[in-house]
T-cell receptor
């Protein structure tokens, strides 16, 4: 059974600071997805990365996929209160059409203090 | 708004009871997934339906069952409820590699 560990579990920082959160898997990812979940809402997909070493940017968010495809990081520059939420990494079995159940990580709960 | 709807938003019930959670996927999406989110277990996959047929099963208890109807809406039935079943239950529907989650149903078992 694949285990996805995220760190830190909780992170509280001031607005304007930079931060990095991590996701580590016990086995190779099929493809890795990052989600953000705000209170009272379901998770929302931020990005999908497939290739080892891949880097994707989404405005102030930078996602990096490890060369061995077993780890990933999410870096936020100049954090804003709107970035507050639960960040979840997930393994998505991209090549298993029709059976795309997600395996989620333990999550990082991020709070940005104005 | 993801386009996935779930009802009810909140549900409070007693141990031993049975409840039904309802989900309507986005228009055109054939797959429906159910997930459970609790503080100790995180977000876990329960079951998937594709166009009315069960496609994949996760860590779903025997007391839980689901179905997908011809109009593609889905229901998750939870019976003989225990305190530990208190959690958020999410439904998602998918198109290609992206899953769209509903707002969830918060179940509290007293």
């Amino acid at each position: 059974t694949q285990l996805l560990e995220q760190s830190p579990q909780f992170l509280s920082i001031q607005e304007g600071e930079n931060l990095t959160v991590y996701c580590n898997s016990s086995s190779v990812f099929s493809s890795l997805q990052w989600y953000r979940q705000e209170p009272g809402e379901g998770p929302v997909l931020l990005v999908t990365v497939v290739t080892g070493g891949e880097v994707k940017k989404l405005k102030r968010l930078t996602f990096q996929f490890g060369d061995a495809r077993k780890d990933s990081s999410l870096h936020i520059t100049a954090a804003q209160p709107g970035d507050t939420g639960l960040y979840l990494c997930a393994d998505h079995p991209t090549l298993n059409f029709g059976n795309e159940k997600l395996t989620f990580g333990t999550g990082t709960r991020l709070t940005i203090i104005p | 708004d993801s386009g996935v709807t779930q009802t009810p938003k909140h549900l409070i019930t007693a141990t031993g009871q049975r409840v039904t959670l309802r989900c309507s996927p986005r228009s055109g999406d054939l797959s429906v997934y159910w997930y459970q989110q609790s503080l100790d277990q995180g977000l876990q996959f329960l079951i998937q339906y594709y166009n009315g047929e069960e496609r994949a099963k996760g860590n779903i208890l025997e007391r839980f069952s689901a179905q997908q109807f011809p109009d593609l809406h889905s229901e998750l039935n939870l019976s003989s409820l225990e305190l530990g079943d208190s959690a958020l239950y999410f439904c998602a529907s998918s198109r290609l590699t992206e899953q769209f989650f509903g707002p969830g149903t918060r179940l509290t078992v007293l």
